[in-house]
């Protein structure tokens, strides 16, 4: 059993940075895909990022690429996402996922294991 804790979230303007961070425990972590999916109110699950397990294969969402960037420490088993520039649209409640079977994928249905979820609102 895999469990997936969130942190870093928070209320910021736009042009701001964040960097989410996301604590795991359980398992072999250094094998595991991990992502970062958001879910703004009223829309479908969006995704962010993700990464591969040796962190040598990297995936970004179009809305998100050059601005975001997705990494990991497997001696601390985190995942992070610095968040640079953000915008209003932005804001949405931001899960991080992890896969422990596969290849690092963009598709939501290939994650195992989720976080309940840190909040982001971004302010103009």
């Known amino acids: 059993q895999v469990q997936l804790v969130e942190s870093g979230g928070g209320l910021v303007q736009a042009g701001d940075s964040l960097r989410l961070s996301c604590a795991a425990s359980g398992g072999t972590f250094s094998t595991y895909n991990l992502g970062w999916f958001r879910q703004a109110p009223g829309k479908e699950r969006e995704f962010v990022a993700a990464i591969s397990g040796s962190g040598g294969s990297l995936y970004y969402g179009d809305s998100v690429r050059g601005r975001f960037t997705i990494s990991r420490d497997n001696a601390k088993n985190t995942v992070y996402l610095q968040m640079n520039a953000l915008l209003p649209e932005d804001t949405a409640e931001y899960y991080c996922?992890?896969?422990?079977?596969?290849?690092?994928?963009?598709?939501?249905?290939?994650?195992?294991?989720w976080g309940q979820g840190t909040q982001v609102t971004v302010s103009t």
């Open positions: 996922a992890a896969a422990t079977t596969g290849r690092v994928t963009v598709k939501s249905y290939a994650y195992d294991y």
